[in-house]
């Protein structure tokens, strides 16, 4: 049996303000390790808020959002992710895009990155942001974890495609308030239909004149909220167990089922 104690922070954002994000989450952080969690789970663009459209927001590879998870990590001895906009070092060199890349880090130094295939174009996204390519999951601790970020929640293919390999999907995430029913809905549909957690990290609070209600949430394989929280800054708990993923599986065998 594989159990992983995951914590969920639900916080809000310093625009613009990375070391001020940093200095507000640590002892947060260090309060998820405290309970014994093992794998600890920030926001997308947890360090300087949803703000892609701003000349020279892009940190290169391993820049100080990286290195503060890092640091995290190897302080406390476990595992955290969260999103950063981030230069790809293996992209053109005239496109100074940053991806809008999770990075997980690990204790012992480890390091992933999955960069958000979908920007969000309805906002116009894509011109400020580069879109990665490669889905990304890491198995921690016998549990396997697949990531994503945000709008990628709406393709639910892409989620099915995973699903064989995977018993919890991690989606970090900037949604508004105005969408939260979208949020909510989506979160317990993408675990029910590929019968894995989801863990669901949004912030709340406002920034670049959008509200956020957080709404966060980790769900079981049958769909029931295990946690969740709203509106203010909190710390969501829950155990994600790989055998209750495979016997829901065993059980109802709706995956085999798929054409």
Not at 5 to 29: C, E, G, S, Y
Not at 65 to 79: G, K, T
Not at 175 to 198: D, G
Request: overall charge negative.
């Amino acid at each position: 049996m594989s159990r992983l104690k995951v914590a969920a922070i639900q916080h809000d954002i310093v625009w613009h303000d990375r070391d001020a994000n940093f200095a507000r989450l640590a002892p947060m952080i260090h309060g998820a390790a405290a309970t014994g969690a093992r794998l600890v789970l920030l926001t997308e663009t947890f360090s300087t808020g949803f703000s892609f459209d701003t000349p020279g927001i892009g940190e290169h590879e391993g820049g100080a959002s990286a290195a503060f998870l890092i640091e995290q990590a190897s302080i406390h001895d476990l595992w955290i992710g969260g999103s950063c906009p981030e230069i790809d070092r293996s992209a053109p060199t005239a496109d100074e895009r940053p991806s809008n890349t999770f990075v997980l880090a690990g204790p012992g130094g480890e390091i992933h990155r999955y960069r958000k295939i979908h920007p969000f174009s309805h906002a116009g996204e894509e011109r400020y942001v580069r879109a990665g390519t490669d889905f990304v999951t890491v198995e921690v601790d016998g549990v396997r974890l697949s990531l994503f970020v945000c709008y990628d929640l709406r393709f639910g293919d892409e989620f099915w495609g995973l699903a064989p390999d995977t018993d919890a999907y991690l989606v970090v995430a900037n949604w508004p308030e105005k969408r939260r029913l979208h949020w909510s809905t989506l979160l317990r549909a993408r675990a029910i239909e590929n019968q894995a957690y989801v863990v669901g990290v949004n912030r709340v609070g406002s920034g670049g004149g959008v509200d956020y209600s957080g709404d966060s949430a980790i769900i079981d394989p049958l769909g029931e909220v295990v946690a969740a929280g709203a509106r203010v800054e909190t710390m969501l708990l829950a155990d994600i167990d790989s055998d209750h993923v495979a016997s829901t599986r065993e059980h109802f065998r709706f995956m085999q089922d798929r054409r």
